[in-house]
């Protein structure tokens, strides 16, 4: 009978062993389950930061282009600043040359002046 019992317990034994193995195995099945549905969550996480940081390219592009509007808009008002600037000198030079012109037709008006008032005395 020993033969039987060990028999037995080996029977026992295999059995146990083998719904361990089985609940290993289910164990493993759920937790290998659990963590594809991290994974899962992981890429999901992960393709909305990168659509998040497509939209920030896109921005950043849309701000580079308006960085260059903005630079082509400085660029022509320092070209209307230098026109007006080269403008205020001519006509400062021009105004000056008039004043000049105006002193000299005054002065010549004054001297004509003069010679017709002695010409109309010294005349009668």
């Known amino acids: 009978m020993k033969k ?3 028999t037995g317990n080996r029977t026992a034994s295999a059995r146990q062993l ?3 193995e089985r609940a290993v195995a289910d164990f493993r099945s759920v937790v290998e389950q659990r ?3 991290v994974d899962q969550r992981f ?3 992960d393709e909305r930061l990168d659509a998040g940081d497509r939209r920030f390219e896109a921005v950043d592009r849309r701000f580079e282009a308006v960085d260059r ?3 082509a808009v400085d ?3 320092d070209a209307v600043d230098q026109k007006i600037e ?5 006509l400062t030079t021009l105004i000056e040359s008039l004043r000049d012109d105006v002193r000299i037709f005054a002065e010549a008006h004054v001297a004509l002046e003069q010679r017709v008032t002695r ?3 010294h005349g009668r």
């Open 86 to 90: 080269s403008m205020s000198v001519h």
């Open 119 to 121: 010409l109309e005395t």
């Open 69 to 71: 509007r903005f630079n």
């Open 4 to 6: 039987i019992r060990k």
């Open 35 to 37: 963590f594809d549905a």
């Open 75 to 77: 660029r022509r008002f």
């Open 43 to 45: 890429e999901a996480v």
């Open 18 to 20: 083998s719904r361990l």
